[in-house]
């Protein structure tokens, strides 16, 4: 089983700053990894897949980076609604399908 | 839009069982595989089980492998998960969630959810 990792455990920017979320793989995943946003009381969004390419209607502030066992989402000039918790998902080995454990972003 | 609605949870004593269904509409439900994902309320995902668009491939999380099946009607665009011998940790809200690729011999990641069902299992 692939073992995700994400750090911090929470992160508190401020609005218009810069957010840096950690995920790592505990093998290598190649770029099949995924990143989710969840607001309270509702199902996880699919922001990024293939590590860096945005989902349909994210907006252009969410980016990813890395391959293999590292990866980042970075999110540029934060705005109120992107509190929440983010979950990263790794898709090269199955089953299982893991995600992190969530990195809680407070703004 | 597609929509995913979920029924069949509830209240169920250890050791018992439950039959979830899902329902999808607003997109070709034969081309995609679906999934189920759980959720403790404060806790992160889990991924349950999935099954590719033409039931050729399915898996299951360890922790319930032996004990959950998953299914599909294509004709009735419906996905089934059949939970027996249900104990305390598998209390959760339980999502049907659709796959992002489309009719690919493998499972990847999720585009699009439901709104849960609610499963306990309490004596």
């Known amino acids: 089983e692939i073992v995700m990792t994400q750090s911090p455990g929470t992160l508190s920017v401020s609005s218009g700053e810069r957010a840096t979320l950690s995920c790592r793989a505990s093998?290598?995943?190649?770029?099949?990894l995924a990143w989710y946003q969840q607001i309270p009381g509702q199902a996880p969004r699919l922001l990024i897949f293939?590590?860096?390419s945005r989902a349909t209607g994210v907006p252009a502030r969410f980016s990813g980076s890395g391959s293999g066992t590292e990866f980042t989402l970075t999110i540029s000039g934060l705005q109120s609604e992107d509190f929440g918790v983010y979950y990263c998902q790794q898709y090269k080995n199955w089953p299982p399908l893991t995600f992190g454990q969530g990195t809680r972003l407070e703004i | 839009e597609v929509q995913l609605v979920e029924s069949g949870g509830g209240l169920v004593p250890p050791g018992g069982s439950l039959r979830l269904s899902c329902v999808g509409s607003?997109?070709?439900?034969?081309?995609?595989?679906m999934h189920w994902v759980r959720q403790v309320p404060g806790k992160g995902p889990e991924w349950v089980s999935g099954i590719t668009s033409d039931s050729g491939s399915q898996g299951s999380a360890p922790s319930v492998r032996d004990r959950f099946t998953i299914s599909r009607d294509n004709a009735k665009n419906s996905l089934f998960l059949q939970m027996d011998s249900l104990s305390l940790e598998d209390t959760a809200l339980y999502y049907c969630v659709k796959d992002y690729r489309t009719s690919m011999p493998s499972l990847y990641f999720f585009d699009s959810w439901g709104q849960g069902t609610l499963v306990t299992v309490s004596s």
């Open positions: 093998q290598s995943v190649g770029r099949n």
């Open positions: 607003g997109f070709v439900f034969s081309d995609y595989a």
């Open positions: 293939g590590a860096t």
